[in-house]
């Protein structure tokens, strides 16, 4: 009998063979692989468990640090929040994953803030290349280092108040200002130079470009791969991320900065003037492109982070007028003993009042700058929380 096609019980066969196939494709995912699934005890939500798509939809969504705190309520300690990905909320593993010497590498999400950048601190995911670059610029971020740009820092802030006293009988975005201000900051001690956000009110388009990077960074991160298509396309079909605006117009700015700092010397000691010293000392291994990047990443991280924590700070001391006044009543008591001015709070002399420490910790702690989790890989070993065993390899 000739092979037909066409026959009913031909088609009656095909459609038996897709109905098996499926089930046995649902038998194999939903019976069998959790049993081989190293994370099949740690709970979380169910599309979670299958692919990095409920990641990125809440990375994208920009709601993530409220949707932990609530999976963490729900489920406890340890999440998980991918295939190979769980979020861990306990005290006691910090220091164990984030500690200086740790064995826990940056995971595969900080590769798309580098980019193909040589020189990145934040993002350089091999631990010997991190700590050789880290260690042409610690005495630059050191304690010590840092307290030699107060006086710049002071003049800025003076600068700053006398805006703010200008218009003390408007209503205005103190979280919008303070992110002008945290600019103006940076730009001081990188530059010797404010941007001018004060002084003019706005921010000249800078804040959109950043906060496009952060956005798109979040998702794209946590399916890296598709960045690296992306970029390899690029040439054909234009760039369509915005993360790559941390490599552009921030690079762009710091590099007219190096190439008028080569003809026109800074008016005070800077940042840019220690990078470009390190670059002296070593031009082989802190090139050009290495100075322009610590500018850069001084930009984007120190001033956006910087007026987060500010802005939260202050809306917490409005919204809690009593811990607002018993801080006043701190400030004026250093006051009337003359430790401090009316612009002027030294370092030395903050540290020492116990109750602005307090209120600056606790700000940190309600609204950290930082919304979302900074992933690392664990190590081959595995890690042990809570009872719950971690297999090497998962973030």
Same mark, same amino acid.
């Given at each position: 009998?000739?092979? *037909? ?53 809440? @990375?994208?969504?920009? %709601? ?11 489920? =406890?300690?340890?999440?998980?929040? =991918? ?6 909320? *306990?005290? %006691? ?16 999400? /900080? ?11 934040? @993002? ?29 820092? *002071? ?11 200008? !218009? ?7 979280? /919008?200002?303070?992110?002008?201000? @945290? ?16 002084? #003019? ?9 950043? %906060?496009? @990077? ?33 490599? =552009? ?21 800077? !940042? ?56 006043? #009543? ?5 006051? *009337? ?15 020492? !009042? ?42």
């Amino acid at each position: 009998m000739p092979f *037909d096609p066409s026959s009913p019980s031909f088609e009656s066969l095909n459609s038996f063979n897709v109905i098996s196939v499926g089930l046995l494709t649902a038998v194999v995912i939903l019976v069998i692989l959790p049993f081989r699934d190293p994370l099949a005890s740690v709970p979380g939500p169910f599309w979670a468990r299958w692919s990095p798509a409920w990641m990125v939809y809440h @990375a994208l969504k920009g %709601d993530m640090h409220r949707e932990m705190i609530q999976l963490h309520d729900k489920y =406890g300690s340890i999440v998980r929040t =991918g295939p190979y990905e769980v979020s861990i909320a *306990d005290p %006691d593993a910090i220091q164990l994953i984030y500690g200086a010497g740790a064995s826990f590498k940056k995971s595969d999400w /900080y590769s798309v803030w580098q980019g193909r950048r040589k020189f990145d601190l934040f @993002a350089e995911r091999d631990a010997s290349v991190h700590s050789t670059n880290r260690r042409f610029v610690n005495s630059i971020y050191s304690f010590s280092g840092l307290l030699e740009f107060e006086p710049y820092l *002071d003049n800025v802030l003076s600068v700053f108040l006398s805006r703010l006293s200008q !218009m003390d009988t408007q209503r205005i975005d103190m979280g /919008y200002w303070a992110q002008l201000f @945290a600019f103006d900051v940076i730009g001081e001690l990188t530059f010797s130079k404010r941007f001018g956000f004060i002084d #003019e009110g706005t921010d000249k388009g800078t804040f959109v470009h950043i %906060d496009g @990077a952060l956005q798109s960074a979040a998702w794209i991160g946590q399916v890296p791969w598709l960045y690296w298509v992306h970029d390899w396309l690029s040439p054909w079909i234009g760039n369509h991320l915005k993360i790559t605006n941390r490599h =552009g117009l921030l690079r762009e700015i710091s590099a007219r900065e190096v190439s008028q700092r080569n003809s026109v010397p800074s008016s005070h000691p800077d !940042m840019l003037d220690k990078f470009m010293d390190v670059h002296r000392n070593h031009p082989g291994q802190f090139d050009n492109a290495a100075v322009m990047s610590m500018a850069a990443s001084n930009i984007f991280a120190g001033s956006d982070t910087t007026a987060i924590s500010i802005g939260a700070i202050l809306y917490y001391l409005c919204k809690y007028p009593q811990h607002k006044e018993k801080l006043m #009543e701190e400030i004026f008591a250093e006051a *009337d003993a003359g430790r401090i001015g009316r612009t002027n709070v030294p370092y030395k002399v903050a540290r020492d !009042m116990p109750y602005l420490q307090a209120c600056i910790q606790e700000g940190l702690r309600c609204h950290p700058a930082v919304g979302m989790s900074l992933p690392r890989v664990v190590p081959p070993g595995g890690l042990a929380v809570n009872g719950v065993h971690i297999p090497g390899g998962v973030s």
